[in-house]
């Protein structure tokens, strides 16, 4: 990070040689869509849960999917959810967005549209046991295994702020 210490009427100042600020609705709208790897912040029965996630957004939601789990129970007791995403370039080069949203759990068609855009959106990326969603999706003729059950989710936006710092 770039800053420095300085002394003013005795008292220890931050002195910043980077530019911080504000992201617009736009540049908010730009990292949530650009970005595929997001934080669940969640909570319930007196515990707080953040987890990492793929996800995909479109323009009011972020979706995602997972197996059955800790998050799932949480978000389910209490839907009212945190979501961040954040690009860091380096230390005094960054973008995050912090959203505040509503877990809703998805079921047939929508669960359905929302997997194949997730499958649509994480192809071009290296695959792994968790972010890519295995439904037979992607492989049309892979086999699917019934013991894993899958959760589709989404979380609605309901607002969201950004922040960023530029050197
Ligand atoms: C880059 C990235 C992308 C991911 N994408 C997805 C995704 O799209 N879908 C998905 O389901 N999962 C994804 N994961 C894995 C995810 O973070 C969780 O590990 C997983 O979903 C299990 O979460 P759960 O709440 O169901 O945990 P459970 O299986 O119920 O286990 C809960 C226990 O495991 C611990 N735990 C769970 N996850 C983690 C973790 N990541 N790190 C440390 N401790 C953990 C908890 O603290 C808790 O003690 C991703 C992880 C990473 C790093």
């Known amino acids: 990070m770039s800053f420095h210490f300085r002394t003013m009427n005795g008292k220890l100042c931050l002195a910043q040689s980077t530019m911080l600020g504000s992201l617009n609705k736009y540049q908010i ?7 595929v790897v997001g934080r669940i ?23 995602a999917h997972t197996k059955e789990g800790l998050k799932i129970d949480l978000m389910r007791k209490n839907p009212t959810v945190c979501f961040e995403v954040d690009r860091i370039k380096d230390l ?11 877990f809703e759990e998805l079921k047939g068609k929508e669960a359905d549209e929302a997997l194949q855009s997730l499958v649509n959106r994480l192809h071009p990326m290296t695959g792994s046991e968790t ?3 295995r439904h037979g999706l992607e492989r049309p003729h892979s086999p699917i295994d019934p013991a894993i059950i899958l959760v589709v989710f989404r979380i609605k936006i309901n607002e969201a702020t950004g922040r960023y710092e530029k050197r």
């Open 41 to 63: 912040g969640c909570s319930a029965d007196g515990m707080t849960y953040v987890v990492p996630v793929t996800y995909v957004y479109d323009g009011t939601a972020i979706c």
């Open 131 to 133: 972010s890519i969603p």
């Open 29 to 35: 709208d730009n990292l949530l869509r650009s970005e």
């Open 92 to 102: 005094a080069n960054w973008q995050s967005v912090i959203a505040q949203g509503t």
